[in-house]
């Protein structure tokens, strides 16, 4: 269902889990992201505010408001918040089904 959208990333050894909230503006274009985590690198700044959802969705990575942030705040490559991020903004947006995703690292 378009509008509304919460992902929940447990990023692993670090022990850090992030609950990402999504929710599709009245101009059904823009999205509202918050974030709610125990890391304080993705704590540290918020995100943009006027994310236009299919915008984010296709843009290319060094591109992408959410990959920015990520750059400025995150020292840490691996980690799989800003993939999540952007998954929500998808679904919120109704450009992407409600559907788990998942890493095996054996």
């Known amino acids: ?3 509304e959208c919460t992902v929940t990333v447990k990023a692993g050894v ?3 889990t992030t609950k990402i909230t999504t929710k599709q503006n009245d101009d059904g274009m ?14 540290k700044n918020p995100l943009p505010t006027d994310i236009v959802s299919w915008e984010e969705v296709g ?4 591109e992408s408001k959410v990959y920015a942030w990520a750059t400025e ?8 918040v800003p993939s999540g991020i952007i ?10 089904l ?8 054996e």
């Open 1 to 3: 269902m378009a509008g």
């Open 14 to 16: 670090c022990g850090k």
């Open 30 to 43: 823009t999205v509202l992201v918050s974030i709610e985590t125990d890391c304080p690198m993705v704590g």
């Open 59 to 62: 843009a290319p990575f060094n």
């Open 73 to 80: 705040n995150i020292r840490h490559t691996a980690c799989p």
């Open 87 to 96: 998954k929500s903004i998808e679904v919120a947006g109704g450009l992407g």
């Open 98 to 105: 409600k559907k788990d995703v998942s890493f095996t690292i």
